[in-house]
């Protein structure tokens, strides 16, 4: 193996496998990246074995071959290397030698022939959709799903498609996030896809303008471009019938600006303690008070201006939850909904559109 490539595409390349690559693994060579070199283009491959990512890049190839080498110390290397041509030849042993201008790397490597094969999917049927509409739409959801590995089947975000919109649903039993619109991926089935594997797809995303093409088979999602492949293994097992605590009818509704409650909210958590993050909501007439009490600092209290004629109310809310809620809403006005004791605060946009997110309220 060697060849030449400019460093900025290759350090590209590499920063999109590292974050794959660096979780800790029974699997050293999972650790790696694989430089597969021929027809005068770089493949470098990354995979967990559950999230797996092909990039092409254009090189001088002078020798076709291909090897493993640890990805974060390479990305590591070309990351403090200056613009310009960069040598990759494969030595003895597994290793590679990396020269750029005056400075010259050994790195050693591993067997190719050990990394875990590339599964093609080349049956997949997939379908074209704006790369900005499915990175938008992971955003406002992908906050509010599990953490939990003991509840697997919360730890991604559903995607199910109803009357051709494709919606987005994430939860965590404290909170929900959901999002719909028109992207035309045709769903089958509903699917959900891991947290993890949505993170690596929305770095890939951000870097892109236009369309991407994504496809479904049983086990996996497959998203490509020309120049990349990722496919992530989705999770089995049956997403809860989220419906159930999402209220119907018409609540109370209370109006407010979105960046004030936003800042009230920081404020008055400041003095949750770490056992307690709740936060005491009061609304009365035209007015919302936020308060919190933490045993050993003392106690916070602020009031903002809502649009409310209703009866007064108390709840108390986790202010996390509150203020990541309050952080994914785009809009400067929003309109909050609360039904009765015990029922989630539904968040959405005002004028409403395809999005709302709700947060379970705290035992009094």
Partial sequence: MHFEIEHDAFLEGLSKTVPITEKRTTLPILSHVLLDVRDSKLVLIATDLEVGLKIIYDCTVKEEGSLTVPSKKIYEIIRELRSGPITVEGIENSRIKIIAGQSTFELAGL????????????NVNLAPI????????IDKTLFASSNDESRYNLNGVLFEEEDGHTRLVATDGHRLASISRILGMALQSRLVVPKKGLLELRRILEGIKGEVSIGFEQKNIVIQTDRFVMTVRLIEGEYPDYRKVIPSGTGRLIKTDRAQLLQTAKRVAILTSERN???????TSNLMELTATHPELGTARDVIDVDYSGEEFTLIINAAYLIEALNVVDSDAITLEYHRDGAPIVIRPDPAKDYFNLVMPMRK
Avoid: H, I, R, S
């Avoid at 067997?111 to 080349?122: S, T």
């Avoid at 704006?130 to 739409?137: G, I, N, S």
């Avoid at 993050?277 to 609304?283: E, M, R």
């Fill in 277 to 283: 993050k709740g936060v005491n909501v009061t609304v």
């Fill in 111 to 122: 067997d190719a022939a050990d990394y875990p094969a590339w599964a093609a999917f080349e």
């Fill in 130 to 137: 704006q790369a900005a509409d499915l990175l938008y739409m």
